[in-house]
């Protein structure tokens, strides 16, 4: 089964450079193991463009935006047997957060793909 898991943070600015080669370590590990599919960082919000729909009309607006209380800073795709292996993936990439960027705090949600 296939997982995206994203992370949301209010944290403004670069991680720590530690935090960055622990993630980097664990992706490597996860390639290797044929769990990681794809992976990436999001380029901040000022840089984002956002297409809406609302009453019928749609709307082109270029960031920068208003401060946001969380953004998306990265995704990754995985393949995993269940969702309990999933979670705990998850679990060991916010225990890097912690880990390595005290005072960092977000959320990484774990979502399942829809089967094809």
């Known amino acids: 089964m296939r997982y995206m898991m994203f992370v949301t943070s209010s944290t403004q600015g670069p991680p720590p450079q530690a935090l960055m080669e622990a993630i980097g370590q664990l992706a490597e ?23 809406s729909l609302e009453k019928g009309e749609l ?5 920068p935006f208003t401060e946001s209380k969380e953004v998306i800073g990265g ?8 969702n309990e292996e999933a979670v705990a993936s998850a679990v060991e990439f916010m225990e890097l957060h912690r880990q ?3 005072g960092w705090e977000g959320r990484c949600e774990v979502r399942q793909i829809a089967a094809e």
């Open 29 to 51: 590990r996860e390639f290797k193991a044929g769990r990681l599919i794809e992976t990436n960082g999001l380029m901040p919000i000022q840089m984002a463009t956002q297409v």
């Open 59 to 63: 709307h082109v607006i270029d960031g």
């Open 75 to 82: 995704y990754a795709v995985f393949e995993f047997k269940s």
């Open 100 to 102: 390595f960027a005290p």
